[in-house]
Antibody
Framework: EVQLLESGGGLVQPGGSLRLSCAAS????????MSWVRQAPGKGLEWVSA????????YYADSVKGRFTVSRDNPKNTLYLQMNSLRADDTAVYYC????????????????WGQGTLVTVSS | IVMTQSPATLSVSPGERATLSCRAG??????LAWYQQKPGQAPRLLIS???TRATGIPVRFSGSGSGTEFTLTISGLQSEDFAVYYC??????????FGGGTKVEIK
């Protein structure tokens, strides 16, 4: 059974930093690309970032480019999101999710999701 | 690619059929997924490849369409189906893009 468990959320002041973690189990973690997706209170889903299985390729939404950094530690089966220069509009529940592997090809269909961690940016 | 879902809210009686629409701003082929999200829960994959149910998803959920027009049909709505549904394209990325969601509520 695939399990993804996010942690690291909390209350932070505008301009501050936070690092989110996502611990994975039930999959061969290094085989899977991963994404972060966020959801502002009462709003829809917004893709934030993605990283390849090896960690060699990373992708970002324009709204977070230059402020957020995605990384992974495959021996620890853990995904990270370093968030700097946080703004009020970054307030959201942040989910990690794994991509599909279709005939060995990473495909950005989000098969399993964690329960999310809430980030609140406020003074 | 902009994804547009309609309607924003759909009121349906239990046992009836719900038809949800998703339109892509340009062709995404069949690279379209549907997710279900219940209050306080993470999204769950329902459909991928526009029409393939994910493991464990009941047969009352069906997806159709290709290119720019897609439909999610829920036949014989059950109480546990009242939720918000999102479509997502994975044909042309980054960015991955989601529709704004359709809330299926009890009539």
């Amino acid at each position: 059974e695939v399990q993804l468990l996010e942690s690291g959320g909390g209350l932070v002041q505008p301009g501050g930093s936070l690092r989110l973690s996502c611990a994975a189990s039930g999959i061969t973690f290094s085989n899977y690309a991963m994404s972060w997706v966020r959801q502002a209170p009462g709003k829809g889903l917004e893709w934030v970032s993605a990283i390849s299985g090896s960690g060699g390729s990373t992708y970002y939404a324009d709204s977070v480019k230059g402020r957020f950094t995605v990384s992974r530690d495959n021996p620890k089966n853990t995904l990270y999101l370093q968030m700097n220069s946080l703004r009020a509009d970054d307030t959201a529940v942040y989910y990690c999710a794994n991509w599909a592997l279709l005939r060995g090809v990473p495909t950005p269909r989000l098969d399993f999701w964690g329960q999310g961690t809430l980030v609140t940016v406020s003074s | 690619i902009v994804m547009t879902q309609s309607p924003a809210t759909l009121s349906v009686s239990p046992g009836e059929r719900a038809t949800l629409s998703c339109r892509a701003g340009q062709s995404v082929g069949s690279n379209l997924a549907w997710y279900q999200q219940k209050p306080g829960q993470a999204p769950r994959l329902l459909i991928s490849g526009a029409s393939t149910r994910a493991t464990g998803i009941p047969v009352r959920f069906s997806g159709s369409g290709s290119g720019t027009e897609f439909t999610l049909t829920i036949s014989g709505l059950q109480s546990e189906d009242f939720a918000v549904y999102y479509c997502q394209q994975y044909d042309n990325w980054p960015p991955l893009t989601f529709g704004g969601g359709t809330k299926v509520e009890i009539k």
